[in-house]
């Protein structure tokens, strides 16, 4: 690969993915699972063939089964299939870990696995088409103000739950493990909290200073049923705790977005997954 040949890395942190939401991973399984598998495989085989280091592969809560036992537990992560809408994404990032461990036991190739929960923060994408949860509601809210709208609508009943671990906290996790961690076993890395998205919707109401009404499309999926993780092992191994309050976090996306406003937002949109085909307003990863 030509990245590998110009850039010489000693180092490799992949990060790059195709992501969306609910609606996008509805609409896009195939271009989901086949583009992820892809990117993932041989971004790991040709930092193999060049002699890399060592490779940071970064993974998906999407991994995990659909009905695992709160908080995750990086063991956990082979006990079931995972969610339905989430599974051709989750399960493509997840070949990462197979590839890294098959690699480590064969040629020696060191590579570490890491499981972050829901990112969120300034620099998120906006788009209302293909954006995550927490930015998908602050444009609802934000729109709804600026047009004066009494209300907004959000996907399912609000009863799913998530966590969410802000972008520096998250920058942070994988530069700790980068220099610290060379071991086999997946890593989760997450806040340490857990919120119903009903909640949530409330709080990004607040924090945007929308007062209207937050309606449930109940004809809508939740996604998976719940989401946290436990972090005991990022601490333990590597010595990372999240440090920034869910409410400070979300101010400072919130300040960002309407600094920044949706051109800026498109720009990211295209930045992260490409073209997008459907709405949603739940999380994906």
Not at 4 to 13: G, H, L, Q, R, S
Not at 27 to 56: C, D, I, S, W
Not at 126 to 137: G, N, Q, R, W
Request: net charge neutral; hydrophobic share 35%; proline share 6%.
């Amino acid at each position: 690969m030509r990245l590998y040949a110009d850039a010489k890395p000693e180092i490799v942190v992949h990060l790059a993915a195709v992501v969306g939401g609910i609606g996008a991973n509805r609409t896009q399984p195939g271009r989901f699972f086949y583009e992820n598998l892809h990117m993932g495989t041989m971004m790991m085989e040709h930092a193999r063939l060049r002699g890399v280091r060592k490779f940071v592969g970064i993974g998906t809560i999407c991994s995990y089964p659909k009905f695992t036992a709160v908080p995750f537990k990086e063991d956990d992560l082979w006990e079931g299939y995972p969610e339905e809408t989430n599974a051709p994404y989750g399960l493509a990032k997840k070949m990462m870990l197979v590839q890294g461990q098959a690699y480590r036991q064969q040629y020696g190739f060191n590579a570490i696995h890491l499981l972050p929960v829901n990112l969120y923060g300034p620099g998120d994408n906006f788009d209302p088409e293909s954006s995550h949860v927490i930015p998908a509601l602050i444009r609802k809210c934000t729109d709804a103000i600026d047009r004066g709208a009494s209300e907004i609508v959000v996907w399912g009943d609000g009863s799913a739950t998530r966590e969410f671990l802000y972008v520096e906290d998250c920058a942070e996790a994988i530069a700790m493990a980068t220099e610290r961690y060379d071991g086999a076993e997946p890593v989760n890395i997450g806040a340490g909290f857990e919120i119903s998205i009903r909640d949530l919707a409330a709080l990004v109401a607040e924090s945007c200073a929308f007062t209207g009404r937050i309606c449930w499309d109940t004809t809508q999926p939740n996604g998976q049923p719940r989401r946290s993780l436990d972090t005991s092992r990022a601490t333990t191994r590597f010595g990372f705790t999240a440090c920034t309050p869910f409410k400070e976090g979300l101010a400072r996306t919130v300040a960002w977005y309407r600094q920044s406003g949706p051109a800026e937002a498109g720009r990211h949109r295209h930045r992260q997954s490409g073209p997008a085909n459907a709405g949603h307003h739940l999380p994906q990863k």
